[in-house]
Protein backbone atom coordinates (compact mmCIF):
# COMPACT_ATOMS: atom_id res chain seq x y z
CA UNK A 1 0.00 0.00 0.00
CA UNK A 2 1.62 3.37 -0.82
CA UNK A 3 2.03 5.93 1.58
CA UNK A 4 0.00 9.04 2.15
CA UNK A 5 0.79 11.71 0.25
CA UNK A 6 3.02 14.33 2.22
CA UNK A 7 3.86 17.74 1.38
CA UNK A 8 6.91 19.39 3.44
CA UNK A 9 6.29 22.92 3.59
CA UNK A 10 9.44 25.40 4.10
CA UNK A 11 8.65 28.93 4.26
CA UNK A 12 11.41 31.40 3.26
CA UNK A 13 12.90 34.74 3.42
CA UNK A 14 16.31 35.82 2.86
CA UNK A 15 17.37 31.81 2.79
CA UNK A 16 19.20 31.37 -0.39
CA UNK A 17 22.19 29.59 1.55
CA UNK A 18 20.07 27.29 3.44
CA UNK A 19 17.50 26.63 1.04
CA UNK A 20 19.05 24.08 -1.13
CA UNK A 21 20.59 22.40 1.52
CA UNK A 22 17.30 22.06 3.35
CA UNK A 23 15.65 20.49 0.42
CA UNK A 24 18.15 17.78 -0.39
CA UNK A 25 17.94 16.86 3.66
CA UNK A 26 13.94 16.65 3.51
CA UNK A 27 14.27 14.93 -0.17
CA UNK A 28 16.90 12.29 1.41
CA UNK A 29 14.64 11.68 4.58
CA UNK A 30 11.61 11.84 3.19
CA UNK A 31 11.65 10.49 -0.65
CA UNK A 32 8.50 10.29 -1.50
CA UNK A 33 7.63 13.91 0.14
CA UNK A 34 7.05 16.77 -1.89
CA UNK A 35 8.46 20.25 -0.67
CA UNK A 36 6.36 23.41 -1.15
CA UNK A 37 8.72 26.59 -0.51
CA UNK A 38 7.12 30.02 0.09
CA UNK A 39 8.81 32.54 -0.27
CA UNK A 40 8.09 36.59 0.90
CA UNK A 41 10.21 38.46 -2.07
CA UNK A 42 13.39 37.65 -1.33
CA UNK A 43 16.01 40.16 -1.85
CA UNK A 44 18.69 37.69 -2.04
CA UNK A 45 17.44 35.23 -5.19
CA UNK A 46 16.01 32.42 -2.32
CA UNK A 47 12.51 32.52 -4.92
CA UNK A 48 14.26 32.29 -8.06
CA UNK A 49 17.11 29.34 -6.21
CA UNK A 50 13.42 27.58 -5.43
CA UNK A 51 11.88 27.98 -8.93
CA UNK A 52 15.62 26.47 -10.36
CA UNK A 53 15.41 23.50 -7.22
CA UNK A 54 11.39 23.37 -8.58
CA UNK A 55 12.52 22.79 -12.50
CA UNK A 56 15.56 20.33 -11.48
CA UNK A 57 12.76 18.35 -9.42
CA UNK A 58 8.84 17.68 -9.98
CA UNK A 59 8.48 16.96 -6.21
CA UNK A 60 9.76 20.85 -5.26
CA UNK A 61 6.80 23.56 -5.77
CA UNK A 62 6.97 26.99 -4.81
CA UNK A 63 4.55 30.00 -4.04
CA UNK A 64 5.97 33.31 -4.73
CA UNK A 65 4.43 36.04 -2.61
CA UNK A 66 5.08 39.71 -3.46
CA UNK A 67 6.16 41.19 -0.66
CA UNK A 68 7.21 40.06 3.14
CA UNK A 69 4.07 39.13 5.04
CA UNK A 70 5.59 37.75 7.90
CA UNK A 71 5.65 33.60 8.74
CA UNK A 72 2.18 33.14 9.67
CA UNK A 73 0.79 34.64 6.66
CA UNK A 74 3.54 32.08 4.95
CA UNK A 75 1.95 28.84 6.71
CA UNK A 76 -1.52 30.26 5.75
CA UNK A 77 -0.68 30.52 2.13
CA UNK A 78 1.12 26.97 2.29
CA UNK A 79 -2.04 25.49 3.76
CA UNK A 80 -4.39 27.11 1.62
CA UNK A 81 -2.56 25.74 -0.96
CA UNK A 82 -1.64 21.99 0.04
CA UNK A 83 -4.90 21.37 1.02
CA UNK A 84 -6.57 23.03 -2.23
CA UNK A 85 -3.92 21.20 -4.63
CA UNK A 86 -5.12 18.55 -6.46
CA UNK A 87 -7.54 17.14 -3.87
CA UNK A 88 -5.30 18.24 -1.29
CA UNK A 89 -2.01 16.26 0.24
CA UNK A 90 -3.52 13.56 3.43
CA UNK A 91 -0.31 14.67 5.36
CA UNK A 92 1.33 18.40 5.49
CA UNK A 93 4.30 18.94 7.57
CA UNK A 94 5.92 22.40 8.59
CA UNK A 95 9.64 23.49 9.60
CA UNK A 96 12.03 26.26 8.75
CA UNK A 97 14.78 26.51 6.27
CA UNK A 98 17.94 26.99 8.88
CA UNK A 99 17.60 23.52 10.16
CA UNK A 100 16.41 24.80 13.49
CA UNK A 101 14.27 21.69 12.21
CA UNK A 102 15.70 18.21 11.88
CA UNK A 103 14.73 16.85 8.86
CA UNK A 104 15.58 13.48 9.65
CA UNK A 105 12.62 13.59 12.49
CA UNK A 106 10.14 13.57 10.04
CA UNK A 107 10.23 9.90 9.34
CA UNK A 108 9.15 9.68 12.71
CA UNK A 109 7.04 12.25 13.04
CA UNK A 110 5.09 10.76 10.32
CA UNK A 111 4.86 7.09 11.56
CA UNK A 112 3.22 8.55 14.32
CA UNK A 113 0.37 9.84 11.89
CA UNK A 114 0.30 6.51 10.42
CA UNK A 115 -0.45 4.59 14.01
CA UNK A 116 -3.45 6.80 14.35
CA UNK A 117 -2.23 9.96 16.05
CA UNK A 118 -4.92 13.13 14.15
CA UNK A 119 -1.93 15.50 15.20
CA UNK A 120 1.95 15.30 16.03
CA UNK A 121 4.35 18.15 17.50
CA UNK A 122 7.69 18.16 17.68
CA UNK A 123 8.88 19.72 20.22
CA UNK A 124 11.90 20.67 22.16
CA UNK A 125 10.54 21.05 25.19
CA UNK A 126 9.73 17.76 26.08
CA UNK A 127 12.00 15.21 27.24
CA UNK A 128 14.03 13.46 24.28
CA UNK A 129 13.58 16.78 22.54
CA UNK A 130 16.17 19.95 23.01
CA UNK A 131 18.56 22.87 21.10
CA UNK A 132 22.12 22.02 20.01
CA UNK A 133 24.65 24.35 18.82
CA UNK A 134 22.21 27.33 18.93
CA UNK A 135 23.52 30.68 18.78
CA UNK A 136 21.39 33.43 18.36
CA UNK A 137 22.69 35.58 15.74
CA UNK A 138 20.07 38.09 13.80
CA UNK A 139 20.21 37.24 10.18
CA UNK A 140 20.48 40.79 9.22
CA UNK A 141 20.15 43.05 11.70
CA UNK A 142 19.20 42.48 16.02
CA UNK A 143 15.63 44.17 15.04
CA UNK A 144 14.99 40.96 12.72
CA UNK A 145 14.76 38.60 15.31
CA UNK A 146 15.79 35.54 13.18
CA UNK A 147 17.68 32.99 15.29
CA UNK A 148 19.72 30.14 13.70
CA UNK A 149 21.11 26.96 14.77
CA UNK A 150 25.22 27.86 13.47
CA UNK A 151 28.18 25.64 14.96
CA UNK A 152 30.94 27.20 13.86
CA UNK A 153 30.48 28.12 10.92
CA UNK A 154 29.76 31.44 9.21
CA UNK A 155 26.77 30.01 6.95
CA UNK A 156 23.52 30.77 8.66
CA UNK A 157 22.62 27.21 8.17
CA UNK A 158 23.37 24.26 10.37
CA UNK A 159 24.56 21.56 8.20
Same mark, same amino acid.
Given at each position: ????STVVMIP?? =???ECLTPIV? &??? @??? !????? +??? $?? =???? %???????????? /? !???????????QGLGAAY +???????? /? &? $? %????????????????? =?????? +????????? +??????????? %??? =?????? @???? @??? &????? !?????????
Open positions: MDAPTH =NERA &AVR @AAV !PTADV +LVV $DD =NSPD %GTGTLADELAAA /D !PRVRVIHRVRK +LAAFDFAL /D &A $D %GGWKRIVQMDADFSHDP =NDVPRL +LAALDAGAD +LVIGSRYIEGG %GTE =NWASAA @ASSA @ASA &AFTRS !PSSASPCAI
